[in-house]
């Protein structure tokens, strides 16, 4: 009688063993796909700011061909004034 309460207890512990592999088998599924949910959320936000900065250097492009413009034009504004004085 007693190697049957010695399995019983055994097959019990067995069992709760089990329980709590399979909760930590779902906790880690559960882990896994936050995780999963939280990379994506970083990779769109990275995408968001690439594509911000691809649009901030175009604009500092085009802000820099101005620039050189304008002040080509004034060194040739302040030669043609001393030209004439």
Known sequence: MEDKETINILIA???SKDDEILRLRNLLDDLQREQQ????????KL??????????RHD????S?????TLEAKSAAEEKIQELS
Request: glycine share 4%; proline share 0%; aromatic share 0%.
């Open 13 to 15: 512990q067995l069992l």
């Open 37 to 44: 949910s939280g990379n994506m959320q970083i990779l769109s």
């Open 47 to 56: 995408d968001r700011a690439l594509e911000e900065l691809k649009s901030m």
């Open 60 to 63: 500092n492009k085009a802000l």
């Open 65 to 69: 061909n101005r620039l050189s413009r």
